[in-house]
């Protein structure tokens, strides 16, 4: 679908497009138990929407990860990436900046310590988690993402070397594997040629990515669209450790 197409669907089913966050609307979640893929529709529209002062969008966006990097630090839960991302996009809709919650796998190669490290957090898994890890897109920039240094790592040290938080975006992946997103437990159990294929689908609408930081580098791989779950709330105290509504009331002050 083209841009003119994607805002006659939303038409059609009454649902209003004039502001960023409109997939929390109940005229879309009405919308969406009748039209199949709607979460991913919502993504394309976002990219339609090129921001008119990209350094605006920056600016916003780094203020908004890193205070919800802080927030984590100080009094949130390792692992909330869900969470953080689903606080962020809250906050970035409310200053006006177009975004969408992507879930995906991600790979991290650093130097620790003199040592090469390798740690991947992977969609597809034995576990039945939700998401490897989640981050948010915000046109022009493919990932911000205010939860990295706070995830369960098995490398003693690597959330150290970790950036704060990552506005970037990015440069694209050319040579994405099975191995980015499934684990190697599943690779062994399963035929994970379908899951791959629907992966590499999905990055029509936002691809993988490389983030460079000083002594390593990041790879992003979104998976599917995500959006808010029913206990959570921008008034909730969340596992990031305050309520994105609190969180905005410091990055607007």
Avoid at 142 to 160: E, M, N
Wanted: net charge negative; aromatic share 8%.
């Amino acid at each position: 679908m083209d841009c003119s197409d994607l805002s006659a669907l939303f038409q059609r089913a009454g649902v209003p497009t004039d502001k960023p966050g409109f997939c929390d609307h109940p005229a879309f979640l009405r919308a969406e138990t009748q039209i199949q893929g709607l979460l991913d529709r919502y993504a394309q529209f976002v990219q339609c929407q090129a921001p008119a002062d990209a350094e605006r969008v920056r600016g916003i966006a780094e203020a908004v990860a890193h205070e919800v990097a802080d927030s984590i630090n100080k009094s949130g839960q390792p692992g909330a990436c869900i969470d953080a991302a689903l606080a962020t996009s809250w906050m970035l809709s409310q200053e006006g900046v177009w975004n969408f919650v992507v879930k995906g796998g991600l790979v991290i190669e650093a130097q620790v310590n003199g040592r090469s490290v390798i740690q991947y957090f992977s969609q597809h898994d034995v576990n039945g988690a939700d998401a490897g890890h989640a981050w948010v897109v915000a046109p022009p920039f493919r990932v911000v993402d205010g939860a990295l240094r706070h995830q369960p790592y098995s490398a003693a040290g690597l959330a150290s070397v970790l950036p704060l938080a990552v506005v970037a975006d990015g440069e694209q992946v050319s040579n994405l594997s099975p191995a980015d997103h499934c684990s190697a437990d599943l690779m062994a159990r399963t035929d994970v040629r379908g899951a791959h294929q629907a992966v590499l689908r999905f990055g029509s609408i936002t691809p993988p990515v490389y983030v460079n930081f000083e002594g390593g580098k990041l790879k992003y791989v979104p998976c599917g669209v995500t959006a808010q779950y029913p206990e959570w709330t921008p008034d909730a105290p969340a596992k990031v450790g305050r309520s994105a509504r609190q969180m905005l009331r410091e990055v607007a002050s």
